[in-house]
């Protein structure tokens, strides 16, 4: 592994943790050259995942596309970069288990609303007003009672 301030491939792992999931590893190193500290994450490489889009066509699962989504929706929200690759390995484990290599994008947008609720609620609205496509403030406010009443009990 490079280290990103000096590009020395010699370092040491100071710490190792497993996901939930036990999908990925979290690694903290340190470059041996100018003890820089800097974070790995180190999972499985899923190859041929094809996501069946709404109107049917089918294109390569595109991780990227997901972590954009997912930062978007996080935009200036007080959540860490640990939390938000922890989401996205859960939704990638979450749909991968149900599905074998086609995966429709409601399953994606149905896992990643999941879990911004239990993240951040503010992130699941904005995430939900576009997935859902709200037309409406409405829509945006049943959406924000639907949140609300599981607290009320």
Request: aromatic share 6%; glycine share 4%; with cysteine.
């Amino acid at each position: 592994m490079r280290c990103p301030k000096c590009t020395s491939i010699e370092d040491k792992v100071i710490d190792s943790r497993i996901s939930k999931e036990g999908s990925s590893i979290r690694r903290r190193r340190e470059c041996l050259e100018c003890s820089y500290r800097f974070t790995t994450t180190e999972s499985v490489v899923r190859d041929g995942l094809v996501v069946i889009k709404r109107d049917g066509l089918r294109e390569e699962f595109d991780r990227e596309k997901l972590v954009h989504s997912i930062r978007a929706a996080l935009h200036k929200r007080p959540v860490d970069a640990e939390q938000i690759t922890m989401l996205v390995e859960d939704v990638i484990d979450q749909v991968e288990s149900k599905y074998e290599s086609e995966i429709p994008t409601q399953a994606i947008g149905d896992a990643i609303m999941q879990g911004l609720k239990k993240i951040d609620q503010v992130a699941y609205v904005r995430f939900a007003s576009i997935y859902k496509e709200f037309r409406d403030v409405s829509e945006f406010m049943t959406e924000i009672n639907a949140l609300e009443k599981p607290k009320q009990k």
